[in-house]
């Protein structure tokens, strides 16, 4: 160290890339790869769950009923009993951040398909379709919109959760944060703070992108009816 | 399946020590404690965002930059957040904890208040204006009746949030159930540690269920639906 403590910006250079797990770059991968996952897996339990309780309504209620109770769960106590089962890997922080996920996804796919207006289905009863046919090519195109806002509120909500794992020393770019605290010194805790939500950004906007390629004739009505 | 068995052990010694149910680090007193600090800080989000949100709504200005905020808020990483105002301010008093408990806990009863009165149907309102109600009246006896479930959802989610935050925050010092498991996992303490999990996640459990049952209570039948007026 030489003279006095190093500006935000000298403190980052610094750390940036020094080769050891606690460098800016590694922490900043493990955080992506830490949020993505739940977000890939609660989509990919989700949908088939959620076709389920659309198709058989019964199924909502109870389903929607837990996913309101796994919900309220807090994180931190979730991680530490998830250690006995998982020990101290990154599993522990992603499976229950996919449930988290699954919880806000669900009622979004079935939103989403309640959406689909009933002449449009029947149109497609009519016009011959299977019903397979008419879920991936009718139901599922237009409640895309519904499941798209969803995924976001959980990439957003997985991206800002990852860094509590940092207290069981599973955080990606929380690590910073519990640095910061140890040996109390604020670049760390900005640094982590802005690349959190630089992230979150990404990924949101990232989503949106992908809503108006997918779904392209939710603008062009719009921009019709204006 | 080992961890089902030592996870027992875990509980029966935790719940099971005469000594974790007295004194200042007592569950009752940590319960108390815990309990204490998560209806500060929503009550603090409640007073700050429910007014907030009912003139926004009712006015209809500013309504982009609430959503804006809202998304935003929900990026803020809350470790991150607590160890910056504790750096700031130093850890001599609770408020260092309480102010990021606040700030996060604003945004979803601002955002659902907000939704909440601009969703209420037009023609609603204007049949409450022909009746000969004014701004306020309109507000108070219509808008807010209708907009209460949405209200309270955003109250809820923001009491889910504080609960969390509030465990986190026993990092920083703060007390609370969160000690249990801070300390514990400081000291490997694995009773503790599941033993305060536990009963955090009992509390939450407890606080979804308070608000089920508030929401039961002071919505009216007409707008649940629970009456079927034809």
Known sequence: MGDGPPSLWEWFGRNWDTGRADSIRTLLTDHVTMSLVP??????VALPLGLACARWRWLYQPTSGLMNVVYALPSLPVFMLMISVTGLSQTTVIVPLAFYGVAVLIPAVVDGLDSVPDHVRQSAVAMGFTPLRRLLAVELPIAAPVVLAGLRVVAVSSISLVSVGALIGQGGLGGLFTRAYQNPFMPPVIVGIVLVVALALVADGLLVLAQRLLTPWVRARKEAAS | MSWVTAFLGWLAEFFGDGANWT???GIPARLLEHLEFSALALA???LVAVPLGLAIGHTGRGGMLVVVAANLARALPTLGL????????GASSIWPVII???LLAVPPILVNTYEGIKGVDPELRDAAYGMGLRGGQVLGRVLVPVALPLILLGCRLSAIQVVATTTVAAYTGLGGLGRYVIDGFATKDYASVVGGSVLIVLFALFVQAVFA???RVTVSPGVSR?????
């Open chain 2, 100 to 102: 990021p408990l606040v």
């Open chain 2, 44 to 46: 603090l989000a409640v």
């Open chain 2, 226 to 230: 629970r009456l079927n007026i034809r």
């Open chain 2, 23 to 25: 004194g200042s680090d």
């Open chain 2, 213 to 215: 049952l508030v929401q």
């Open chain 1, 39 to 44: 977000v890939v897996l609660a989509l990919v």
């Open chain 2, 82 to 89: 607590l160890v910056m105002f504790v750096l700031l301010l």
